[in-house]
């Protein structure tokens, strides 16, 4: 099979994701990647069995493989924080979408950390964020419109 043939797969898998057909994604990802393994297969790789096959642990380290490999491009950053917030590691998110943003200013990341969003500061520092107070009286500060 040429580098053509490869090519082709990978951008019908590009074409099939942005389509919200992840599973053909997947496939055409998976196949993509095994003819030839670059930085930008491995991220998109990751992304797709990280949303179908909810395997966090394979697609986190494939996609640090990824941002290794190719540490300017910012859409490693972007399916790295994403698969973060499906794991359910939040902070770890933020903070490569942060890191991603210092090599380019990116739209999708910065949409990416909208959408995540950031806490605001316990109301009192000295308890901890679960603590009843901080939870009432940040909501009633919220609310009221002082936060």
């Not at 490999?69 to 979408?97: C, E, F, V, W």
């Amino acid at each position: 099979m040429g580098e053509s043939h490869v090519e082709d797969l990978f951008a019908k898998g590009v074409h099939a994701l942005e389509n919200d057909h992840i599973y053909l994604a997947l496939s055409c990802f998976e196949q993509a990647a095994y003819q030839e393994k670059t930085p930008l297969k491995c991220s998109y790789l990751a992304y797709c069995l990280a949303k179908v096959r909810s395997q966090y642990p394979d697609a986190i380290s494939l996609c640090k493989e990824a941002v290794e490999g190719d540490p300017d491009n910012p859409l490693h950053y972007l399916h790295l924080g994403r698969i973060y917030t499906m794991a359910g590691q939040r902070s770890k998110a933020l903070s490569i979408l942060r890191q991603g943003l210092k090599c380019e200013d990116n739209s999708s990341l910065l949409r990416e950390l909208t959408l995540l969003g950031e806490r605001k500061h316990p109301v009192f520092k000295s308890l901890d964020r679960s603590h009843p107070l901080n939870k009432i009286l940040g909501l009633a500060l919220n609310r009221l419109g002082f936060r």
